[in-house]
């Protein structure tokens, strides 16, 4: 129950009118409160005017209007009130303030609605007064401004001073900017430590970037004892308040069961969070969580989604995962030219596996002249570095012409080069020998030179040194040796290598013949298309040469070898008998007689 005192007081001070407002609103009697303060507030004490502004920017007591807000908040901001000037510099800051000269829908929206543009001028005047007039806030938007606003009005050695000021008042976001400050000064351990001692000052006032980098602070043991699962800890706390990376952070954790229980549900539910605002990095793992697959098959097209949109927020790595689904057709349609549009992306962003990517289209002819012309220039300016692998692609690009003019003698010095540590390299600069492109032919060298690249387990080298030893070039004839690599490499999927088997134990070499064991090499390759091997196979089950005659089959791997062209495969398929035939197919009598009655 309100006195007759208090109510004759309202009348008569305004001070008392305040005071009384102030009651009134710890009551939830938000209509009276503003009545006092408005009578307040037009007699012109700060304090009324600061209250009536929030009032007007909150919808307490009165309908929600920005720009009345703005106009008491500035009275109060001019007769030296410091919270108004700091809330006026955070208004400006986020573009809720109408700039002068703004009028008709640029006024309304600016005053009820959403933001406009962020006037940073303003922001600082409002922010400067807070700051000297010792508001710990106003110091600390004072420090974010000439820290992060535009160029014009950055001092980095003026923010730390206002942030330390604003740290030492007691600020949690004067805690976080100092840390901050002070991490981009070079400093000693004592250096470090004061910054991990404010992080953890602004932490416990639960600042969601606190929260974060204390999370990887700890993760990394940066002047703080490693402890994964308190780290994984301060990664939830950030996710749970919305910072993005935080969530990240905490998916990954709780995918990887790194310092929490693995629990891959959650998990990605976690990182999908973070994906949608914008955190190119989510965005890219939930697509390789998708291209992968898991406890259910890979979902290639809603991997191909969110790689896409890692990939227009800047991410090198998933534009190079979505050049692949593109080149491979997996859940986007096959198509060269998109693949090279993504893989031109990450190369220009300077992932060197994708330059690689963009290399090899240019040389199947997808890809124009000017991607030709880039990748030439990328793998020069990294060979000339130092760069063997560099000077390995260099090498191809001056080999096979590419954005270069084809010069074989440069190409196989720059091979040379790279051939010193780079396996790729050995298998070009041995076959260069052998050839005598742009130096010397020397068979010995060359099939040495690929033969390191063999021992190093790459497939073509394995064939081809295989085929040396075969043909006793280069060095001696060794079948069982060419056999050994042949059917490694075979192992490993190469088909040229499973005919090569099927070839060696079908008789005529240095090996035990095995016709069965050729037979199932013959298939294999056939079966991957191998038109020399559909040939032999087809003889084989033709004449029964392991033991086992099938003619109708026979007859259809030998149409499939002729379906390539491979005319030697003609012989084969006309001397094979004709089908019988069935009881729904005429028999050539049959059909001549059917012939004719259509003929009359």
């Not at 001056?398 to 298998?427: H, M, T």
């Amino acid at each position: 129950m309100v006195s007759l005192l208090d109510g004759l007081g309202g009348a008569v001070s305004p001070r008392l009118a305040l005071r009384r407002a102030a009651r009134y609103r710890e009551r939830g009697r938000v209509g009276d409160a503003f009545r006092l303060l408005s009578r307040a507030a037009r007699a012109g004490i700060p304090e009324a005017e600061f209250q009536v502004g929030r009032c007007y920017l909150e919808g307490a007591g009165v309908p929600v209007s920005r720009a009345d807000a703005v106009r008491w908040l500035e009275r109060a901001g001019q007769h030296g009130f410091v919270e108004a000037q700091a809330l006026l510099a955070t208004l400006h800051l986020h573009g809720l303030v109408a700039k002068p000269g703004q009028g008709g829908a640029a006024s309304v929206f600016a005053s009820n609605q959403g933001a406009a543009e962020p006037d940073h001028a303003a922001a600082a005047r409002w922010a400067r007064m807070a700051a000297e007039g010792g508001s710990a806030d106003g110091q600390a938007l004072l420090g974010y401004i000439l820290t992060s606003g535009p160029e014009t009005l950055r001092n980095l050695d003026e923010a730390r001073e206002w942030y330390r000021k604003s740290a030492e008042a007691g600020s949690p976001q004067g805690a976080l900017g100092y840390a901050l400050a002070l991490g981009q000064v070079q400093g000693g351990e004592e250096h470090n430590r004061v910054i991990v001692d404010w992080l953890k000052k602004a932490a416990e006032a639960e600042l969601p970037t606190a929260l974060f980098l204390l999370g990887e602070i700890t993760d990394r043991g940066f002047c703080v004892e490693a402890d994964r699962a308190a780290a994984t800890d301060f990664y939830r706390r950030a996710a749970e308040k919305g910072h993005r990376s935080g969530q990240a952070r905490y998916g990954l954790a709780l995918m990887q069961g790194a310092g929490v229980p693995a629990n891959p549900t959650d998990g990605e539910s976690w990182l999908r969070k973070a994906a949608l605002a914008g955190d190119p990095e989510a965005a890219a793992l939930v697509g390789d969580l998708y291209a992968k697959g898991g406890a259910l098959p890979p979902n290639y097209a809603e991997a191909a989604m969110w790689f896409r949109r890692a990939s227009e927020a800047g991410h090198k790595g998933a534009a190079r995962a979505l050049g692949m689904l593109y080149l491979t057709g997996a859940g986007v349609p096959r198509d060269q030219r998109e693949a090279a549009h993504w893989f031109r992306i990450s190369a220009q962003a300077g992932d060197t596996r994708a330059q690689v990517d963009l290399a090899n289209l240019v040389r199947q002819g997808a890809g124009g002249a000017e991607d030709a012309l880039r990748t030439r220039e990328w793998f020069e300016q990294a060979a000339a570095s130092g760069d063997l692998v560099a000077a390995f692609n260099f090498g191809v690009c001056l080999a096979e012409g590419v954005g270069i003019e084809r010069d074989d003698r440069k190409a196989a010095e720059w091979l040379r080069r790279a051939a010193d540590g780079v396996v790729n390299a050995q298998y070009w600069y041995g076959r260069m020998l052998l050839e005598g492109r742009g130096i010397d032919a020397n068979a010995e060298e060359g099939r040495a030179w690929i033969g390191r690249a063999a021992a190093q387990g790459m497939v073509e080298a394995e064939v081809a040194v295989a085929e040396l030893m075969l043909n006793a070039r280069g060095g001696p004839k060794d079948h069982a040796g060419a056999l050994a690599l042949f059917e490694k490499a075979a192992g490993r999927g190469h088909v040229g290598a499973m005919f090569a088997c099927g070839a060696m134990w079908g008789g005529g070499h240095d090996v035990p013949m095995d016709r069965a064991v050729a037979q199932r090499w013959f298939r294999a390759a056939a079966e991957r298309g191998h038109a020399y091997a559909q040939m032999m196979l087809g003889r084989y089950l033709a004449r029964g040469l392991a033991g086992e005659c099938d003619p109708e089959q026979a007859r259809q791997w030998l149409e499939r070898a002729v379906g390539q062209g491979l005319a030697e495969a003609r012989a084969d398929l006309a001397g094979l008998p004709l089908p019988p035939a069935s009881e729904d197919q005429p028999t050539e009598a049959e059909a001549e007689a059917a012939a004719q009655a259509a003929g009359r």
